[in-house]
C-alpha cells in the first residue's frame, strides 16, 4: 500500500463541531477512495475560522497527493471555504465568468425566475487558476486547485460532485479487504494468534473488531492489502485462528437487530 | 464564547479511514461537550501508526484545554493508544497494580473464568500516572493523562466512561441554541440578511443549513452563544428574515421521510 497514492479530507463546518449536523460523507469517500487506490489517511473536522482552514489546508496539501474539503461553499456569511483557499493559495478570489454564465442561464430558466444577487454570485466567485467540478445537482460548482478538491458539505451533491472528479485523479492499486469472524469469541482469546499472522504479513493491514450482540457477540478480523493473493492467504489463517475457539465464518457478522 | 475550556478529539483507528466503521462517537461528545461549555473545536481521525499518534496527541494537547480520544486501547496488535501516549509524556509504560488487580477478581468470577492472558494484562497497562477512568461497562479502564482523556471506541464503553469523567472536567458555560427554519425558503433569498443579524450579533454564532424534502426543502438558521437574552434576540431577527419570504416556525425542520 506504501506506493498508493494519499488522501487526507477536511469536514469544514461548526455544524459538525457543534453536533447539530452528523457527517455522512467521511464513510462514503473512505469507501470510494479505497477502491480507488487513494487510501484515506486523515480527516479533519474544523470550524468556519479562516485562519484554521488556511492553516490547515496549507499542512496537509504538503503531506497528502490528494486533499478533499466538504462544507462551505453556498452563498451565506459562514461559506469561507472558496475564499479560503484563494488565500491559502496566495491568489486573488474572482468571478469565474463561464461558471456565472452556466449559472444566470439556470436562474434564468425556472419558474420563477430566481434573482443572481451578490450572495448567489459567490458560489460563481473561485480562485484564480481553479477548475471547476460540474454535477447534475446544482450549477454552483465545486472546483480543483492544484491537488485540493473542493465539494459542498449536502451529501447527495458532494458524491456527485466527487464522482465528476473520480475519472480524473490520480489513482493506485485498489484496497482488497476479507473479512471472517465468530460469535463468542473475544479479542482477548486470539490477540496473539492474530499479532503472529500479521508478523507473517508484514505488507498487510489487520485489524481486530469486537461486536455486540444483546448479551453475546463476537470479534471480526479484517485483512486489507492490494495483493489480493497475500490478503486471502491472511484471512485462511484468521479463519484456522477463529475456528481454534468457535465456528469461524466469512464476511461480517450479520448487522444487529 | 472565547473565554470557555476548549475540546480537541482524536478518533483512533484504520477502521473508520478505510470506510468498514461508520464513526458513531463525534456528535455524542460534540453535543455533550457543548452542554458542559467546553466547546468541540477539531476533530481529527488518525491510523494505527504511532508515530502519527504521538506527534498529534503531543500537537493538540499543548493547543486545547481537553484533548479526548477513542479507539484503540483493547488487547490485540493494533490498540497502540495507550503505549503511544506513554510515549508522547516520555513516561514508563506499565502494569497498574490497582487495575490489575480489580480485572483479575472480574476474571475469576466469570465462568467459566477467563483468562487473564498478556494480551489481556495490555489493558490493565498504563502510562506512569495516568488516572483510570472507571465505569459500569467493563474493568479495563480508560485513563486521564494530564489533559488528554482515553476511552474506548466502543460507543456504549465510550459513553459510560465520557460521564465518569464529565464530573471531574473543567468546564464553561454551556453553549446555547436556538434554531427557526421555514420551508420553501432558499440560502441565497436570506444570506444578505443573516449576514447583517450577525454583524449585529458578533458574539454569537450564527449558522445556516439548508434541507431538502423530496422535491422541497428550506433553510435552518441557528444561533449559538453562552448568553441567552443575545441567542434568542438573534433568534428572533432570524424568525423575522425568513417570515418576510415564507411562512417561519420555530425549532428543527421535522425528519425527512
Redesign the interface.
Known amino acids: 500500500m506504501t506506493d498508493n497514492p494519499t488522501a487526507c479530507l477536511l469536514?469544514i463546518g461548526?455544524?459538525?463541531?457543534?453536533?447539530?449536523?452528523?457527517?455522512a460523507n467521511?464513510?462514503?469517500?473512505?469507501?470510494?477512495l479505497?477502491e480507488l487506490g487513494i487510501?484515506?489517511?486523515?480527516?479533519?473536522?474544523?470550524?468556519d475560522v479562516p485562519e484554521?482552514i488556511i492553516g490547515t489546508v496549507n499542512e496537509v496539501r504538503a503531506r497528502f497527493t490528494h486533499v478533499f474539503t466538504t462544507g462551505g461553499i453556498?452563498?451565506?456569511?459562514?461559506d469561507i471555504t472558496s475564499e479560503c483557499i484563494a488565500q491559502a493559495f496566495g491568489v486573488p478570489w474572482e468571478v469565474h465568468e463561464e461558471t456565472r454564465a452556466i449559472m444566470a442561464a439556470d436562474y434564468a430558466r425556472r419558474d420563477p425566475p430566481?434573482?443572481f444577487?451578490?450572495?448567489?454570485l459567490?458560489m460563481a466567485t473561485l480562485p484564480r487558476g481553479a477548475v471547476p467540478i460540474r454535477c447534475a445537482e446544482t450549477t454552483a460548482p465545486g472546483f480543483s486547485m492544484g491537488n485540493v478538491h473542493v465539494m459542498a458539505g449536502?451529501p447527495?451533491i458532494m458524491r456527485s460532485m466527487f464522482e465528476a472528479l473520480a475519472p480524473g485523479l490520480e489513482r493506485g492499486r485498489p484496497?482488497l479487504?476479507h473479512t471472517v469472524h465468530a460469535d463468542y469469541v473475544y479479542?482477548?482469546?486470539?490477540?496473539?494468534g492474530?499479532?503472529a499472522i500479521?508478523q507473517r504479513h508484514p505488507a498487510l493491514?489487520?485489524?481486530?473488531?469486537?461486536y455486540?450482540r444483546g448479551k453475546g457477540g463476537g470479534v471480526a478480523l479484517?485483512a486489507?492489502g492490494t495483493e489480493a493473493a497475500e490478503v486471502d492467504a491472511a484471512a485462511r489463517e484468521m479463519f484456522a485462528l477463529l475456528a481454534e475457539y468457535g465456528t469461524a465464518r466469512e464476511g461480517e457478522p450479520a448487522p444487529e437487530g
Chains 1, 2 share one sequence.
Open positions: 469536514i461548526n455544524e459538525v463541531l457543534s453536533g447539530r449536523t452528523r457527517d467521511l464513510q462514503f469517500l473512505a469507501t470510494r479505497g487510501p484515506l489517511r486523515e480527516v479533519r473536522v474544523i470550524p484554521t453556498g452563498p451565506t456569511h459562514d430566481v434573482e444577487n451578490e450572495a448567489r459567490r449536502v447527495r484496497i479487504s479479542e482477548g482469546q486470539i490477540a496473539a492474530l499479532t500479521q493491514d489487520l485489524g481486530s473488531y469486537p455486540y479484517v486489507k
